[in-house]
């Protein structure tokens, strides 16, 4: 049985504070990592400190997304916003896409151009920004993905990942600027390859999460054991007919089929299915609405 998270009484300042810290980390971080760069001679550290860059506008993204998803249902949108938490943790995952490919295009094009000897050797100022980067966004990655559980959110959930790829990231920054500072310069560009491919990694992530919740995916066998399990539990219920999910952004959707002693009152049986209703979008914080329909039995 699934357990109701305990959430905070003003999600509004969860999401700014969330907000602010990503904002404000990333540009203080991705201008020392630039600085760092620049004048350590770290093509992989002025890789990582665009990356960083790249994540304040996704985390501007994912404030409008979650805030737009917030928004009330209306007479044109009677089922609610919570797709567009979908839709821009789509744009985020493009964005990082994007980013990625052009990072590691730079590392190939050094790589593949053969001038090792004319690779200027990354200074220490590089090594001590890379450290420096990995113990900061691994901390924002936490922090992050620990409101992202609590609010139920996609979008901060794929913000979190992606600050987990910059710290990942810069892992690779610190063994290229290393390996280039012991006599090996092209370990730099090498870094910057791998730096990408650990972007695209994560990218592709988001992106198969945000199309599953667009396309109302199931929520999976367990999810569904589960939930039969609590209905089948429900004083009065004989039997389930049918049961379908469907995720609707962040949230779940159900239609469900249950049976019912035929010799009960329409009265009594209402009751058996509002009683169903009520205990399972309590006990299931994640589902938005579950439609029953009573079969006799």
């Given at each position: 049985m699934a357990v109701r998270s305990k959430k905070p009484h003003d999600e509004k300042i969860i999401i700014r504070?969330?907000?602010?810290?990503?904002?404000?980390?990333?540009?203080?971080?991705?201008?020392?990592?630039?600085f760092a760069g620049i004048f350590g001679s770290s093509g992989a550290m002025i890789s990582d400190a665009i990356h960083s860059l790249s994540d304040v506008a996704t985390t501007i993204i994912a404030l409008i997304g979650i805030?737009?998803?917030?928004?009330?249902?209306?007479?044109?949108?009677?089922?609610?916003?919570?797709?567009?938490?979908?839709?821009?943790?789509?744009?985020?995952?493009i964005?990082?896409?994007?980013?990625?490919?052009?990072?590691?295009?730079?590392?190939l094009e050094h790589i593949l151009s053969g001038q090792y000897a004319q690779l200027e050797a990354p200074k220490a100022i590089a090594l001590i920004a890379a450290i420096a980067?990995?113990?900061?966004?691994?901390?924002?990655?936490?922090?992050?993905?620990?409101?992202?559980?609590?609010?139920?959110?996609?979008v901060f959930m794929a913000d979190a990942w992606h600050h987990r790829s910059d710290a990942m990231s810069s892992v690779g920054s610190l063994i290229g600027i290393a390996g280039a500072m012991m006599g090996f310069p092209v370990m730099d560009s090498i870094a910057s390859?791998?730096?990408?491919?650990f972007i695209i990694k994560v990218a592709f992530d988001i992106l198969k999460n945000a199309v599953?919740?667009?396309?109302?995916?199931?929520?999976?066998?367990?999810y569904e054991k589960n939930l039969r399990?609590?209905?089948?539990?429900?004083?009065?219920?004989?039997?389930?007919?049918?049961?379908?999910t469907r995720m609707?952004?962040?949230?779940?959707?159900?239609?469900?089929?249950?049976?019912?002693?035929?010799?009960?009152?329409?009265?009594?049986?209402?009751?058996?299915?509002?009683?169903?209703?009520?205990?399972?979008?309590?006990?299931?914080?994640?589902?938005?609405?579950?439609?029953?329909?009573?079969?006799?039995?």
């Open positions: 504070n969330i907000s602010l810290v990503s904002i404000i980390g990333n540009c203080v971080l991705s201008a020392f990592k630039l805030n737009l998803s917030k928004q009330d249902a209306d007479k044109e949108h009677p089922y609610g916003h919570e797709r567009f938490e979908s839709i821009a943790s789509l744009i985020l995952g964005l990082l896409l994007i980013t990625g490919l052009g990072i590691g295009k730079t590392g980067s990995i113990v900061t966004k691994e901390a924002m990655y936490w922090y992050t993905r620990h409101y992202a559980k609590i609010l139920n959110s996609s390859v791998v730096i990408c491919i599953k919740n667009m396309l109302d995916t199931s929520c999976g066998e367990d399990e609590y209905i089948l539990k429900q004083e009065g219920v004989a039997g389930i007919d049918m049961l379908h609707f952004g962040s949230k779940v959707y159900i239609d469900l089929e249950i049976s019912v002693d035929a010799n009960k009152t329409f009265r009594e049986a209402h009751a058996i299915s509002e009683r169903v209703h009520d205990g399972v979008e309590k006990d299931f914080p994640d589902i938005k609405h579950i439609m029953i329909h009573v079969n006799p039995v």
